[in-house]
């Protein structure tokens, strides 16, 4: 078995529409077609892939319950992204990793979940 990518990340949520709201405009990502499932929920597309499902909650999930430390997206433009974040007031961490010499940029969703976009190692911020 060999993985090729990431398929989904699946977040429970009480705040669907902030949190579809969140990824539409801070990512990108736009709503599209879901199974008529037993929750509620939506799922968000990067292209022709539902890449984030969110399951609609009555109350916010419990401390103790299982919780995503991130999910990852690839991503080109790392300058037009930066200035993205910056223009929309949204606070995150930028890191370049040792080595590999890739750029990852840590922001958090509305429920708090870590989401990192990474950027390959001939990107740069003027660029």
């Given amino acids: 078995m060999a993985l090729i990518g990431l398929d989904h990340v699946n977040i429970r ?6 949190l579809c709201q969140f990824y539409e405009d801070v990512l990108g990502l736009a709503q599209g077609p879901r199974p008529n499932l ?3 929920g939506a799922w968000l597309y990067c ?3 539902a890449v984030v499902h969110l399951v609609a909650l009555s109350e916010p999930a ?5 919780r995503i430390e991130h999910f990852a997206f690839c991503a080109e433009g790392l ?4 200035a993205h974040l ?3 007031g949204i606070a995150y961490k930028r890191v370049t990793v040792p080595g590999s010499g890739r750029h990852q940029v840590f922001i958090r969703d509305p429920d708090s979940n870590r989401v990192e976009i990474q950027f ?3 990107e740069s ?3």
């Fill in 47 to 49: 292209g022709s892939s």
């Fill in 38 to 40: 037993n929750s509620g």
């Fill in 120 to 122: 390959g190692p001939d």
């Fill in 79 to 82: 300058a037009v992204f930066l």
């Fill in 13 to 18: 949520t009480a705040d669907l529409e902030g």
């Fill in 86 to 88: 910056d223009g929309k």
């Fill in 125 to 127: 911020e003027g660029s």
């Fill in 62 to 66: 419990k401390v103790d319950e299982v």
